[in-house]
């Protein structure tokens, strides 16, 4: 992991609530490397999934510096940060966000649509497990298979960064490691980044790094010399 492919320098981000003004980060300094999978740390307001949201091009910073390989986010234009977030970025939420008209294979088909390199749609449905269950809906679906489905979406369209905020938080233990074991085997097998935003300790023990934040600061930056694998990860 001596790649970097995510740079943020002393980065700030303030919010208008009304008369009062929110600092959800307070001057983040943190490295992502490429080929590594990363567990991001920290209580409910720590100030994670706004990190994610700047590193992800769906925020700005308020002061500060974000690089993506040499790409500043920082100073971006909205054309250019839908390009970043098209080509380079998947999104993985709690919520899985499909399309309910459309079938399992179709949701997966969406982001395929905007890749310029994408994977096989076929056999990211047999690498989740569900490729006899392409031609079902979402309602059809139970949630770890919705879920599987959000991921294929997020993972169809060849990413070289994958950010993923609380990914098995509406699952069962069982089919959360399903979903560890697919996010694992992404970055290793295809060499991409892949960041879990959580708040769950247990699970920061597969990742290669963990990052805590408190307060929207970096408490501390922790790396695991042997990362357990998903099978083993328990809650």
Same mark, same amino acid.
């Given at each position: ?17 009304? =008369?009062? #003004?929110?600092? *959800?980060? /307070? @001057? ?97 449905? =047999?690498? #989740?497990?569900? *490729?006899? /269950? @392409? ?101």
């Amino acid at each position: 992991m001596t790649t970097e492919l995510i740079v943020a320098r002393n980065v700030k981000k303030r919010y208008q609530m009304g =008369e009062v #003004i929110v600092h *959800a980060l /307070r @001057g983040i300094d943190l490295s992502l490397f490429e080929e590594e999978l990363v567990v991001v740390l920290g209580e409910s307001g720590s100030g994670k999934s706004t990190l994610v949201n700047i590193i992800g091009g769906m925020d700005q910073v308020s002061e500060g510096e974000v690089f993506f390989g040499k790409q500043g986010l920082h100073n971006a234009g909205e054309t250019e940060l839908t390009r970043y977030r098209r080509n380079e970025v998947g999104f993985i939420f709690q919520f899985y966000n499909l399309m309910p008209n459309l079938t399992a294979y179709e949701n997966v088909n969406l982001s395929v649509q905007i890749s310029n390199d994408p994977l096989d749609i076929h056999g990211l449905l =047999e690498q #989740i497990g569900l *490729a006899d /269950r @392409g031609d079902h809906f979402p309602s059809q679906l139970s949630g770890g298979e919705q879920q599987r489905v959000a991921i294929a979406r997020a993972l169809a369209k060849n990413p070289r960064l994958l950010l993923c905020d609380e990914p098995t938080g509406a699952l069962d233990l069982p089919t959360g490691r399903h979903i560890l074991k697919i996010l694992r085997k992404f970055c290793s097998t295809y060499r991409k980044t892949v960041v879990i935003i959580t708040h769950n300790t247990n699970i920061s023990k597969m990742a290669d790094r963990v990052v805590y934040l408190r307060d929207g600061l970096v408490e501390w930056v922790r790396e695991n010399e042997e990362p357990i694998p998903p099978e083993e990860v328990s809650w």
